[in-house]
């Protein structure tokens, strides 16, 4: 049997951070959803940390699965989610029952592709892929 090395997670979380900070200067087009919800969508690549007290985290999209999940941030945090797949994806508001696209809604269009959103209000916001159904395609936000 062969193992893989796996790295340590505070060196993925350094990482994660310094992609996010190295990735500011692309063509962001962010828009308000209301006072306390921003989002927008770029090409820049991250990777993932699963609890922020710094104001930036991710959230990776790969094998059909976002993840963290669930993820537990502070209000204000700028969230971004990376698409690690060949596919598309969204990051839609809401559940498939009741979606709330109004909240945020998020296009991963292609592999690398990535939808930042920050949330300044605390509460816990679902959401899910529209594309594809599956236990994965489903994953939370908390905000405290």
Known sequence: ?????????????????????CGGAGDT?????SDDTEQSND??????TEQSDDKEASV?????N???DPLVVAAGTTITFVNEDAIDH??????????TPQV??????????????TLGEPGSYEYFCRIHPGPGMTASITVE
Not at 60 to 64: P, R
């Open 104 to 117: 945020f809604d998020g296009q991963l269009a292609e592999q690398g592709a990535t939808f930042v959103l």
């Open 60 to 64: 990776v999209d790969a094998t059909f």
């Open 1 to 21: 049997m062969h193992r893989h090395p796996r790295l340590p997670a505070g060196f993925v979380a350094v990482a994660a951070l310094a992609l996010v900070a």
């Open 90 to 99: 969204t990051v839609t508001a809401g559940t498939r029952e009741q979606p």
């Open 29 to 33: 087009d962010a828009t308000e959803q």
């Open 43 to 48: 090409t820049e690549h991250s990777n993932d």
């Open 66 to 68: 976002f993840q963290p």
